[in-house]
């Protein structure tokens, strides 16, 4: 789903540093971003389900 316009788009420096977005590795999704892995709230919950993300378990009582 990675397009070359975005990806252009995202290594130009912005004209101001409040107008600079992190984007998921994976999927390239702007919204619901995961600072701490880097990733969207959907691919997270895929890889941890997975259990490709260490030290992520799905909590369940």
């Known amino acids: 789903?990675?397009?070359?316009a975005w990806i252009a788009?995202?290594?130009?420096?912005?004209?101001?540093?409040?107008r600079k977005y992190n984007r998921c590795k994976i999927s390239g999704r702007r919204r619901a971003?995961?600072?701490?892995?880097?990733?969207?709230r959907i691919q997270f919950r895929e890889l941890a389900?997975?259990?490709e993300i260490p030290?992520?378990?799905?909590a369940s009582w």
């Open 55 to 58: 030290g992520v378990i799905k």
């Open 9 to 18: 788009k995202q290594k130009r420096k912005p004209k101001f540093s409040t």
């Open 1 to 4: 789903m990675a397009t070359k």
């Open 33 to 40: 971003y995961m600072r701490k892995f880097g990733l969207s």
């Open 49 to 51: 389900s997975w259990g």
